[in-house]
């Protein structure tokens, strides 16, 4: 069996390697192309106001990792604002970023849930009426206002915690410290796709963008014959939703995607 793995590089080839080292043929298909925004001003204003935040929110391993290279010589990170994660590896992008432990937010590893909605059972009870939040996000990403005073949170993930927080009398401000774009195939790569959607492989997303991404690339191509694993129960439905005719749901951890595949072969 042979996982097609969709993630940007470089994490799409460390996962090629991973799994290769676990005895499982791996394909690098990257779905999603991730760069630095060209526009620095408003990362720059962030960072001049940086202590005035009370908590901020990265939506990514990536997003840490643009927002802290165009981080302004000399500025500091203020000991008093919490950084929240979605999840273990955006937290270790923080470490890595030099940011304390003990500021970093995020939900437990072994809990599997790795997503906004569990960030905020993990960081709720510390937010109060003023406080200002910064989401740090991808340039795809449509900015989000909180809603209107009294209405139920509305939509998923980023946006569904925008809308909550500001229910919870926070001030979310949202700044743009990298672009997702799609990937352009030649005519090579595109073969390989074409094969791997009708020899067994099996494609594991971890984004229901890059499965739009693929949508979009191969318009034609039909997907009854192949299966996926995908990392959250949004994603799985994008996955059924584009005609995959094996569609399960893993926790989004290496060890848990080969378990769960293994368990499949």
Not at 124 to 133: D, E, I, R, T, Y
Not at 165 to 177: D, F, Y
């Amino acid at each position: 069996m042979r996982i097609v793995v969709t993630r940007p590089e470089p994490e799409c080839a460390s996962w090629v390697q991973n799994l290769g080292a676990r005895g499982l043929q791996a394909l690098a298909l990257p779905l999603i192309r991730i760069g630095p925004v060209v526009d620095t001003r408003f990362v720059h204003q962030c960072w001049s106001r940086l202590g005035q935040y009370n908590a901020v929110m990265f939506v990514s391993g990536a997003a840490a990792e643009h927002f802290f290279a165009l981080r302004p010589a000399g500025a500091g990170v203020p000991g008093t604002t919490r950084f929240w994660a979605p999840g273990p590896g955006t937290a270790a992008a923080l470490v890595r970023q030099q940011v304390s432990p003990a500021q970093v937010d995020a939900p437990d590893a072994a809990s599997g849930a790795f997503d906004s909605e569990a960030l905020w059972r993990v960081v709720g009870h510390q937010v109060h009426a003023g406080w200002q939040v910064l989401i740090v996000r991808g340039g795809d990403e449509a900015a989000v206002e909180p809603p209107a005073e009294g209405a139920p949170p509305r939509g998923q993930g980023r946006e569904w915690l925008a809308q909550v927080l500001g229910q919870a009398g926070a001030r979310v401000e949202l700044v743009m410290a990298y672009e997702r774009t799609g990937p352009v195939w030649d005519a090579a790569t595109q073969a390989r796709a074409q094969a791997a959607a009708v020899d067994g492989s099996v494609w594991l997303f971890t984004s229901s963008q890059a499965i739009a991404h693929l949508k979009a690339l191969l318009p034609a191509q039909t997907w009854q014959q192949s299966s996926a694993v995908a990392t959250h129960p949004r994603i799985a439905q994008a996955a059924r939703d584009a005609g995959f005719g094996v569609v399960w749901e893993s926790r989004p951890r290496l060890d848990d995607v080969v378990a769960s595949i293994e368990s499949r072969a």
